[in-house]
Structures are given as structure tokens and as C-alpha cells.
């Protein structure tokens, strides 16, 4: 933890959040947006097209000088959990001042040790397993065997069974029975797009090959992230009356203690 949040950051009393993001999973998502759009991902780390992919001809453009490049796909997909994990985090604070809370969104704790790859028994921090590997600067999370299983190995083998996992698990969201806002919430929900065995057949054979030629998915960004914490906690109201002006805090934290701890 950086040395300035250390007054304040998980001490007794508070609660410290810490949302994680599977951005293998967002991977296979990003590789269906791709293939629903014609797009095919290119190798730019090896400089090479992937192989075995002429049999899609009739759902991708590979007419195109290099397609998607690999290292840009997987910024694009850290840069899309990155923002999930803070639109969490900023929505969390707004509900923690409507209650009367004080509220801090940062990034001042060291994310591999968060997740548990410190590399030292004694901090094990959220318990989650990590490969290492020469050819990587710094080790990969994968998940919590049975509670937060990564859609990359070890959790989930080949790319095949990663796609109809996600599969699985996007229709499963939108069953036609679930209450909704249309007039006809189950024809609406009923009408969601199944993916053909040919598209996830090209989604498994780009996936399997990210992995096998760069020996993780994704290839160049974490398998499973963390960035953004939220810490809540009570306000010492009297430290703000001394030293700031009125407006200092909201109405909801002043009257915070009367309505949450009539008690006292």
C-alpha cells in the first residue's frame, strides 16, 4: 500500500472494497464482437496472420492487409474492464454519500498482492491462484478454484469449452421468462441471437490460438484484474467544522448518526 493511504485505508471501523474483473471471460466476449463484425484478429506480436481460418470466409473479412491486431485487442479489453471496475467503484461512492458515508475511490494498493501473487506465504491477500513464466514481466492471476474460476486454464481448458461456457452463461441472462420492461418482455428476450456452431467454432480457434502461441489468455494483459478500490467509513464531522467551511460535507453525512444510529 502507498505509504500516504495507510492513515486511513482498511482500518478497523471501515470497509474496504475491491472489485476484480475476469478479463479472460471479456476476452471471448471481445472475440465474438469481432467475428460478429466481420473482424480477424492478427498476430502482431509473431507479425503472422493465424492459421486455419479460410473456413470462415463467410463470416470474416480476410481480404483485410492484417486485421485486428492482437496487442490492440487485448488494451482494448483492459481498457473496457478498467472502466467497469471504476464506474463500480464511482457508483458505489454516490450510494455511500446518499447514505451519509464518506466515500474514497483510489488505486493506492499494489494489485498482485491484492489478488495473492506477492510471492510471500505470510501475505496471501484474496487467495487467488498465479502462474509465472520467463517470457512474462510480472505473474498471472487465473482465479479462486470453484469461486471465481477465470475463463483461462486452469479453470477453463481449451477454447471451444471457454466459448460455449460464455455462451452458456449470456443466454442464461436473458431467459424468455425473466420480467422486463417491453410489453412483450419474452418475445423480446426470446428473440436474443444464438450463435451458430461455425461462429463459435472461429472464436474457439482464435482463442486456442492465443493461447498456445503466447502461452496465456489473454496474451499481453492480465488474465484476471484489479485497479480501482473504494474504501467507506464514518466522517469525523468535527475535524470538517474546525478546519474547512460550510458545504465541506453533505447534508446526508451530517445527519448520518440520527437516522442510521438513533441508538446513539
Not at 34 to 56: C, R
Not at 108 to 127: C, F, K, N, Q, Y
Not at 137 to 153: E, L, M, Q
Amino acid at each position: 500500500m502507498e505509504g500516504h493511504n495507510t492513515w486511513c485505508v482498511n482500518r478497523p471501523g471501515t470497509l474496504l472494497l475491491m472489485p476484480v474483473a475476469d478479463l479472460a471471460q471479456h476476452a471471448v466476449a471481445g472475440l465474438c464482437f469481432l467475428v460478429q463484425n466481420g473482424y480477424v484478429l492478427f498476430d502482431d506480436v509473431h507479425a503472422e496472420p493465424i492459421p486455419g481460418l479460410e473456413p470462415f470466409r463467410e463470416i470474416l473479412d480476410l481480404d483485410l492487409d492484417e486485421g485486428f491486431p492482437l496487442t490492440y485487442f487485448d488494451q482494448y479489453m483492459l481498457t473496457e474492464a478498467t472502466a467497469e471496475l471504476a464506474t463500480s467503484c464511482y457508483a458505489g461512492m454516490l450510494m455511500l454519500q446518499a447514505m451519509g458515508l464518506g466515500a474514497w475511490m483510489f488505486d493506492g494498493i499494489d494489485r498482485h498482492t491484492i489478488l495473492g501473487a506477492s510471492g510471500d506465504p505470510e501475505v496471501p491477500g484474496l487467495g487467488f491462484r498465479y502462474d509465472t513464466d520467463e517470457r512474462w514481466a510480472v505473474p498471472n492471476p487465473t482465479g479462486i478454484p470453484g469461486v471465481f474460476d477465470g475463463y483461462c486454464p486452469p479453470h477453463h481448458s481449451g477454447g471451444g469449452r471457454r466459448v460455449r461456457r460464455a455462451e452458456v452463461r449470456t443466454r442464461g441472462s436473458i431467459p424468455p421468462y425473466t420480467p422486463g420492461p417491453w410489453r412483450e418482455s419474452a418475445g423480446v428476450r426470446s428473440s436474443a441471437q444464438v450463435h451458430s456452431e461455425e461462429f463459435k467454432a472461429c472464436v474457439s480457434l482464435m482463442a486456442q490460438y492465443v493461447l498456445d502461441r503466447l502461452g496465456k489468455f489473454p496474451a499481453t494483459v492480465p488474465s484476471v484484474f484489479s485497479l480501482m478500490y473504494l474504501q467507506a467509513h464514518h466522517l469525523d464531522l468535527g475535524f470538517y467544522d474546525e478546519h474547512f467551511g460550510p458545504g465541506a460535507y453533505l447534508q446526508t453525512h451530517a445527519r448520518h448518526l440520527e437516522r442510521w444510529h438513533p441508538e446513539g
